[in-house]
Each structure stands twice: as C-alpha cells, then as structure tokens.
C-alpha cells in the first residue's frame, strides 16, 4: 500500500534562517506531488507541484522554492524565512483525479 | 483564478441533528471532491463527484453535484460527536489543479 512521510511535525525558525521540509511516498512510482499551505483556520493553498522528477510548478509567487531530486522525494524550501511564511505545510500525492489526495501528517511552522 | 466558495463557515450543532454544507462556483466544474480535516490533522479524501446530479452516499454522508455542475453539497445526517471539523470541497476546471474553498468547521455539541 502507498504511504506518505513528512518531517517535521512541528518546527520554529528565527526569522531569516533557512527551511527545508521533505516528503516521501512509498508504494506508488511517478506521482503527482503538492505542497500546500494552509493558514490557521483557513483553506489550503497550493504552493507547488510536481508531475516529474526535476519538473516543478509554482502557483503563488513567494519567498519558497521546491525541488524533486529524485521520483518519490519532494523538498519544499526557503533561504530566508519570514514571519508570513508561518502556517500548517501539507504535502500531498496522488495518482489519478479520481483518486484524491493523499496528504501527509503536515509541519506546523512557527517563524519568531 | 478560479475560486470556490462554501458555506457556512462555521456549523454549531447539537449531536443528532442534520449538517449540510455548500460548495460554489461561478463556473462550471468538471470535478468536484470533498475531503474532512479533523482538529489538528490533516485533510482525507471522502468523494470525488463527475456527473451533472449525481448523488453520492456513505453512511450518514450524502454528496451531491449540482444539475449544472456548479455547486455541490455535502449533508450530514444525525450527526455525532466523530462528525467534529473541518469539511472542505475542492474543484477542477477542465485539465487545471483542483481548488480548494475555504472549509466548513464543523462542532458537535453532546
């Protein structure tokens, strides 16, 4: 069966300090991969997205960036954090629509 | 782009009594999935709706897509203190990522 995996679960970072979160899927091969960001009590956000190892997608203009070094790996990442980049991030996976997504557990960010 | 709205908001009910929240959209859809976050975690898929006025059941969860594919709506009935969080839809248009609305919380008063 697919599994997902995301790591942290919780992080706090001083403002300016770098970020890489990561995700893995196991089970599947050549999933479409998500990063969202949902703000606290909000809806979900889609940041990035990847249909292939190398090949990423940005939805909102900001102060991340994501790579997918290799098929099931996707890191969602920041060089310089700031206060608005604090939220509850969710990777996700899926391999048909019709499927859904499948979301990992989520890193709950707090930049101080 | 494309936006989803849903209401209400916010749902108080108390357990037993019947829940339904709204997906909008000022376009037609072409698919429409609704997923359930409880306090704390994080989202899992329930559904995924295709057909113009298709109705959809699982237990106590009813989803239906609306005749012009546009709205869509999920009822609970009888709900139970397992109900609690937040419900959110999430359409596509044609080929595009899905969206997300902004959620339904939900709160089972025992």
């Known amino acids: 069966s697919q599994t997902i995996h995301q790591w942290p679960a919780t992080l706090v970072q001083p403002v300016g300090s770098p970020l890489s979160l990561e995700c893995t899927v196991e089970?599947?091969?050549?999933?479409?991969l998500y990063w969202y960001r949902q703000a606290a009590g909000r809806g979900l956000q889609l940041l990035f997205y990847s249909v292939g190892i190398g090949q990423i997608s940005s939805e909102v203009p900001q102060n991340l960036s994501a790579s997918r070094p290799q098929d099931r790996q996707f890191i969602l990442s920041s060089k310089k954090l700031l206060l608005s980049d604090s939220g509850f991030y969710l990777c996700?996976?899926?391999?048909?629509?019709?499927?859904?997504?499948?979301f990992g557990s989520g890193t709950r960010l707090t930049v101080v | 782009g494309q936006q989803v709205m849903q209401i209400p908001q916010y749902q108080h009910v108390q357990e037993g009594e019947d829940f339904t929240t709204y997906c909008n959209s000022s376009t037609t859809l072409s698919n429409i999935q609704w997923y359930k976050q409880r306090p704390g975690g994080h989202p899992v898929f329930l559904i995924q709706l295709v057909k113009s006025g298709e109705v959809k059941k699982q237990k106590r969860l009813t989803f239906q897509f609306g005749e012009a594919k546009k709205n869509s709506s999920l009822h609970i009935t009888a709900t139970q203190t397992t109900d609690v969080g937040t419900y959110f839809c999430?359409?596509?248009?044609?080929?595009?990522?899905?969206?997300f609305g902004p959620g339904t919380r939900l709160s089972v008063l025992p």
């Open positions: 089970g599947t091969s050549n999933p479409n």
């Open positions: 999430a359409a596509t248009y044609y080929g595009q990522n899905f969206v």
């Open positions: 996700a996976w899926s391999q048909r629509a019709e499927y859904g997504y499948t």
